[in-house]
């Protein structure tokens, strides 16, 4: 059974910083990719950032430049380093694990999510 634990959430000052954490539980036979993605209060889940097998990142035009994600593999742990913090990214955060295995067949996972508020 795979776990996905998202952490580091929290309230923060606008302008401030904050990493959020989330770790891979379980047996995993391999991972594609880790994304984070968010949801705000009435609104969709949308995209935030990924990363790939071979390390190559992507980020939504909104965090692009404020964002950094990255991984360690031998951890299956992800972090979102988050700067210059604006109220408009206040949400809930999920992680999301892609898992293939053997080429054939992928597994898509998620977290509980971590809340962010941004806010004086």
């Known amino acids: 059974q795979v776990q996905v634990v998202e952490s580091g959430g929290g309230l923060v000052q606008p302008g401030g910083s904050l990493r959020l954490s989330c770790a891979v539980f379980?047996?995993?036979?391999?991972?594609?990719?880790m994304a984070w993605y968010r949801q705000a209060p009435d609104m969709q889940r949308e995209f935030v950032a990924r990363i790939d097998s071979g390390d190559s990142t992507y980020y939504a035009d909104s965090v692009k430049g404020r964002f950094t994600i990255s991984r360690d593999r031998t951890n299956n742990t992800m972090w979102l380093q988050m700067n210059s913090l604006e109220p408009g990214d206040t949400a809930v955060y999920y992680c999301?694990?892609?898992?293939?295995?053997?080429?054939?067949?992928?597994?898509?996972?998620w977290g509980q999510g971590t809340q962010l508020t941004v806010s004086s």
């Open positions: 379980g047996y995993v036979f391999r991972i594609n990719s």
């Open positions: 999301h694990v892609v898992e293939s295995v053997l080429a054939i067949n992928t597994y898509n996972h």
